[in-house]
């Protein structure tokens, strides 16, 4: 009985400590903040990058998206991507 307690214990904080940092980890992943830790140095830069982003809703947002060179407002729902408008300037607001 007292080796059970014993084991108890010992195990009991760590698999409650290995939980308590699998929902921090996952709370990171999900917020984004992981994105630069994970990226490596030598990855490519990516050709597509989100300006900013609204929701409307629990599964709608409007997105405004950078991709060669082009400013693109786009709606981003369950069903897919759809392209709303694009600037007619380049992407640097001229």
Do not use: N
Not at 50 to 60: C, K, M, Q, R
């Amino acid at each position: 009985m007292a080796a059970y307690l014993l084991k108890l214990l010992i195990m009991l904080p760590l698999v409650g400590a290995l939980a308590w940092g699998a929902l921090w980890l996952g709370r990171r992943a999900q917020s984004g903040q992981l994105a630069g830790w994970m990226a490596r140095a030598d990855a490519p830069v990516a050709a597509v990058r989100v300006v900013d982003a609204v929701p409307l809703g629990i599964a709608a947002r409007l997105a405004v998206v950078e991709f060669d060179g082009r400013t693109l407002l786009i709606a981003v729902t369950k069903q897919g991507v759809t392209p709303i408008a694009a600037a007619r300037g380049a992407a640097d607001g001229a």
